[in-house]
């Protein structure tokens, strides 16, 4: 049975696409079949961050039109063998929850783990697609505005009944993290209000490797965060080590 997790967030460009690519990488290298679904309709960026921009034959628009197999339809990563990633279509497409839950449940058998990016833009949709999930990962910048919106995304979680969430702090650097690390973390947790599973350093190695598609490289501090919420993930666990440039 495989696990699905949705990664989601209330703002835009809080890193949702890079959380699920790190993750999905990693995932993948501990081993774990892993397979990235990309909801973010007329904003594909998954094939770009794995380099398969110009081999990406079919995508979800396939799946959901009927016109292509979810199995024939993922792309097998190159940099990763266990990685699939099932790229959005180009175009705006109407999904309904019960498609997708229907995706992941005639896969699931495949796959370890089916990470679902939720993409910009909440609508009921996405609130109903996210309630399907096994974890919802509620990604967050040290930005106020970024931590408020998380809050009030989490609650409405929360109302729905949905309690199985956990935060990643994203793109955290000594700019927004000043002395008082540990308190300001501290801080971003109260606010959000949901257990933390792990905290992502602004590392400009990972735009890099993300922008042009090469594998992140192994002495990138985002890489080992990654590589440590993977972990986490499985149930093993990681100390908390927080590095920032
Ligand atoms: N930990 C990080 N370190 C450096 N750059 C990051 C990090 N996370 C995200 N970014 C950059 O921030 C921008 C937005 O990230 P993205 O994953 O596309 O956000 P979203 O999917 O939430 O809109 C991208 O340019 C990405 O490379
Ligand atoms: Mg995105």
């Given at each position: 049975m495989s696990k699905i997790i949705a990664v989601t967030s209330g703002?835009?460009?809080?890193?949702?696409?890079?959380v699920c690519a790190g993750?999905?990488?990693?995932?993948?290298?501990q081993g774990h079949r892993t397979l990235l679904i990309e909801?973010?309709?007329?904003?594909?960026?998954l094939d770009i961050m794995f380099g398969v921009e110009d081999s990406i034959k079919y995508d979800l628009g396939d799946v959901l039109n009927g016109r292509q197999d979810v199995l024939k339809a993922?792309?097998?990563?190159?940099?990763?063998?266990?990685?699939?990633?099932?790229?959005?279509?180009?175009?705006?497409?109407?999904?309904?929850?019960?498609?997708i839950v229907e995706i992941c449940r005639s896969v699931k058998k495949?796959?370890?783990?089916?990470?679902?990016?939720?993409?910009?833009?909440?609508?009921?949709?996405?609130?109903?697609?996210?309630?399907?999930?096994?974890?919802?990962?509620?990604?967050?910048?040290?930005?106020?505005?970024?931590?408020?919106?998380a809050s009030l995304m989490s609650d409405e979680f929360y109302n729905?009944?949905?309690?199985?969430?956990?935060?990643i702090i994203n793109k955290i650097s000594k700019k927004f993290i000043g002395e008082?690390?540990?308190?300001?973390?501290?801080?971003?947790?109260?606010?959000?209000?949901?257990?933390?599973i792990g905290v992502i350093p602004d590392d400009f190695k990972m735009t890099i490797a993300t922008g042009k598609g090469t594998?992140?490289?192994?002495?990138?501090?985002?890489l080992k965060a990654f590589d440590a919420i993977s972990k986490r993930l499985g149930g093993e666990f990681v100390p908390l080590t927080v590095k920032t440039s």
């Open positions: 703002k835009g460009g809080t890193g949702k696409s890079t993750l999905g990488y990693t995932l993948a290298k909801l973010d309709f007329g904003l594909r960026c993922v792309a097998q990563v190159p940099m990763a063998s266990n990685l699939n990633i099932l790229c959005a279509p180009k175009t705006l497409t109407s999904v309904s929850a019960e498609q495949y796959f370890e783990y089916i990470i679902i990016d939720t993409g910009a833009g909440i609508n009921s949709h996405v609130f109903d697609i996210v309630e399907q999930a096994n974890l919802i990962l509620v990604v967050s910048t040290p930005d106020p505005v970024c931590i408020r919106d729905r009944g949905n309690k199985s969430q956990r935060l008082a690390l540990i308190a300001n973390l501290d801080e971003i947790i109260d606010k959000v209000g949901v257990q933390l594998p992140i490289p192994t002495d990138s501090s985002a």
